[in-house]
């Protein structure tokens, strides 16, 4: 209603100050408006959404706030910053009490600290620009609030996300990101990966506790920890979490240097409002950028006919819909309609034919009646007039009984008639209705199941898993308590005949058309076999040109690339053999189309083509039909053998790309999160394996000074880095005060569950 009529006033810049509860979003919001305006506590304070919209500073202008509410609150506007905060914070008592209390629409006017004003005229970019400052993230006390705070997350432009320095690698923290990506999915793109676009700003809070005035090393272990929890929770986001601004700082610091002229450590207060004041100079681009992303995410939805559902969309299953079930509807109870019609019509037609017959009939006996008596007038004779009359009665009897006889029949033809009509329209409306409600039940071919609909499969735009419960009792005794289910871009694991090279954007099966072997690599020899799905049958293509025609051929369970060597000596054709290693860069290959449903694989290098003839493989360069194969996508894929290891936690589902869906392994009796996958992603890089590991930049452990007792992180000299070391990892070094506050080892990465003594 009033809350989405708002919303969607014209360019209006709506920047959302969210965290979760106590975590200092009201201190932010007044230390940016300048004055106390807003009520805090060390509890958990705002229940109701408060709009802080900017006035305009200038000559005639009225400078006091102005507080106005809407929407199940039929109060008077207030002036003034202590009417203001008292109205808010009664506000707020009210939400709190009242489970079912409306959401309640603040929309607070006022004027921005000084600093913030460097438009010429004054304030004047700040037009149309609102701060929403919206409950904690796990306020669940109001759950009105709630929606809204949602719907807040959904349509904002800009993001100010409150973490305090305390609970910056807590579970709360992933799980907040988490909220934000699920409610503000076309936020996170690698696409925004600048700093003039990027839709989030992160500020760490209340630092003022734990950090010195002066910038230090501590400064960047805060920024580089919540990078770490940026990069393991936005995994799939890896440009855009190293761009997010994270600021550093002390809103009550810089508020309260503001009101009293004190000099207090105001840290990155500077840094942060340059964000602001460059936000709103991009506010049309902000805006428009924003609408045009949105509308692309929601005509995605509508192409791929998915409705999410509100609590589970998009980290767990999903619900189909079909665009053509309403006109589906609309065709079988319009051929309803017009079948009861020309049921009635043809009904109607018969009972008319019987009474016309039946009028026709008494009509015929009333004149043999006349006949018949005009005969016995005319006899002289009385025993003509005595047979006449006989006559006369014979005929006027047998007329009765014809008429009614015919009145008889009309009846039961108009009765017939009737219930035919009437039994073929009923007989029409059920088949419609039947056909309307099992039009998403009947699967045909080319239709999928999933959670119990069936999904027309080409209208699926996307491929996602899912875990269902079973709903058999001999599956839940049997151990198997969810089932599994796996969609592909064209909805099943099967080749596409007309659109072989197409396929090739995704994972794939290479199956030679003649022999009908599927090319494998068991981590030492290429060779092709008749099974399928077994381990070393999956490859990609891993482009190397713009075009993506000319690629790498990678083994996706090995991760090793597919080359074209000279031969061995003993070969008898000497025919080029066809190897699988790891050496990088890989040969390059292109795909060309032979016969219908079927590519050549050339290798560039040697001008060579795939072949296999039943007994080996390797590369040759005159046409032949053993040179064909046939491309089975699979989308996405798994490693690890899936019937063993669904149930007991091993195997890891990935990216084309290399991504790994989930972090860490499954859990077996656990409902899982899923995923969403785009069709449109290609397989855009592979990684580069050497046996010494990534290369580091700095000081490595083995490098280290022997007898060094300073903490590489801190530099401060300690005994506590003697004999002891990080856990798992083993890595030496770092003093137990840096261990606890660093969420991954300096070194390698690896997560840190301790410290441990090593001798």
Not at 16 to 37: H, P, R, W
Not at 411 to 418: E, K, M, R
Request: proline share 5%; net charge negative; hydrophobic share 40%.
């Amino acid at each position: 209603g009033l809350f989405h009529r708002r919303f969607d006033w014209a360019m209006q810049l709506r920047i959302v100050v969210t965290g979760d509860t106590n975590s200092g979003k009201s201190t932010l919001s007044n230390a940016v408006i300048g004055s106390e305006l807003l009520p805090t506590s060390n509890q958990s304070e705002t229940s109701v959404i408060t709009y802080v919209v900017p006035q305009q500073v200038g000559e005639g202008n009225d400078s006091k706030p102005v507080l106005r509410c809407y929407g199940g609150a039929d109060l008077e506007p207030v002036e003034g910053t202590e009417e203001v905060r008292q109205r808010l914070h009664d506000l707020n008592l009210r939400a709190r009490a009242a489970l079912g209390v409306q959401c309640v629409e603040c929309r607070l006017e006022c004027p921005l600290r000084d600093s913030l004003n460097v438009f010429h005229p004054p304030a004047a970019e700040w037009q149309d620009v609102q701060f929403l400052d919206i409950g904690g993230a796990n306020e669940i006390l109001n759950p009105a609030v709630q929606v809204c705070s949602d719907l807040a997350y959904a349509l904002s432009h800009r993001l100010i996300v409150c973490i305090r320095h305390d609970q910056i690698t807590s579970r709360a923290t992933q799980q907040l990101l988490l909220d934000i990506r699920c409610k503000a999915p076309y936020h996170f793109s690698d696409e925004l990966a600048r700093r003039d676009i990027c839709p989030l700003i992160l500020a760490i809070t209340q630092v003022d506790q734990v950090l010195d005035a002066a910038p230090g090393e501590s400064w960047e272990v805060l920024r580089q920890s919540l990078r770490a929890v940026l990069h393991a929770t936005l995994a799939d986001c890896g440009e855009l979490t190293q761009v997010i601004p994270i600021v550093i700082l002390s809103a009550k610091n810089s508020l309260q240097n503001l009101l009293t002229g004190g000099d207090q450590p105001q840290f990155e207060w500077n840094t942060f409002e340059e964000l602001l004041i460059n936000t709103a100079g991009l506010k049309r681009d902000i805006v428009r950028n924003s609408k045009v992303r949105r509308a692309a995410f929601i005509h995605e939805l509508l192409q791929a006919n998915l409705v999410p559902f509100h609590e589970e969309w998009p980290y767990h299953a999903q619900c189909l819909w079909h665009s053509r079930r309403d006109l589906g509807k609309k065709l079988a109870i319009g051929g309803a309609v017009a079948a009861g019609s020309v049921g009635t019509a043809v009904a109607f037609g018969v009972f008319l034919s019987a009474s016309s017959a039946a009028a026709v009939a008494a009509a015929e006996a009333g004149a043999a009646s006349a006949e018949a008596a005009a005969a016995a007038a005319a006899a002289n004779s009385w025993w003509a007039w005595a047979f006449g009359f006989g006559q006369m009665s014979a005929a006027a009897s047998a007329a009765a009984g014809a008429a009614t006889t015919a009145e008889a029949a009309a009846a039961t033809a108009a009765a017939s008639a009737g219930a035919w009509g009437l039994g073929s329209a009923l007989a029409g409306v059920s088949t419609a209705l039947t056909v309307a409600a099992g039009s998403s039940l009947v699967a045909s071919e080319g239709v999928s199941s999933v959670a119990g609909m069936a999904v027309r499969v080409r209208d699926v735009r996307m491929a996602f898993r899912c875990f269902k419960p079973s709903a058999s009792a001999e599956r839940i005794k049997a151990g198997k308590t969810y089932r599994d289910v796996l969609f592909y871009p064209d909805g099943t694991a099967t080749w596409s005949p007309l659109q072989p090279l197409g396929s090739m954007m995704h994972p794939f099966l290479l199956l030679n058309k003649k022999t009908s072997a599927y090319l494998t690599f068991d981590g030492t020899q290429v060779f092709a076999s008749s099974a399928r799905d077994r381990p070393g049958q999956l490859w990609w293509a891993v482009p190397e040109s713009p075009a993506g025609d000319v690629f790498v051929l990678q083994n996706a369970d090995h991760l090793c690339n597919l080359r074209v060597e000279d031969p061995a000596w003993f070969s008898p054709d000497r025919r080029k053999a066809i190897r699988c290693t790891a050496e990088v860069p890989g040969q390059s290959w292109k795909a060309e189309p032979c016969e219908e449903g079927c590519i050549r694989l050339q290798n560039l290098q040697h001008g060579q083509y795939l072949y296999y003839d039943g007994f080996f493989t390797g590369a040759f360069d005159e046409a032949h039909p053993d040179q064909n194969w046939q491309v089975l996508p699979q989308v996405p894929f798994y490693l690890g053998g899936f019937k063993e290891t669904a149930m007991s936690g091993k195997g890891q589902f990935f990216w084309p790309n290399g991504a790994p869906l989930f972090k860490g392994h499954l859990k077996g009796g656990k409902l899982l999160d899923g995923f969403v996958f785009d069709e449109r992603c290609i397989c855009h890089g592979h990684f580069s394996f050497t046996e010494d590991g990534p290369i580091l930049e700095g000081l490595q452990p083995d490098e280290a000074v022997e007898g060094q007792t300073a903490c590489l992180l801190c530099e401060q000299p300690s005994m506590a880095t003697m004999g002891k070391a990080l856990k798992p990892c083993n890595h030496a070094g770092t003093c137990e005060a840096c261990a606890t506050k660093v969420r991954e080892c300096p070194y390698c990465r690896t997560p840190i569950e301790g410290v441990h003594r090593v001798m």
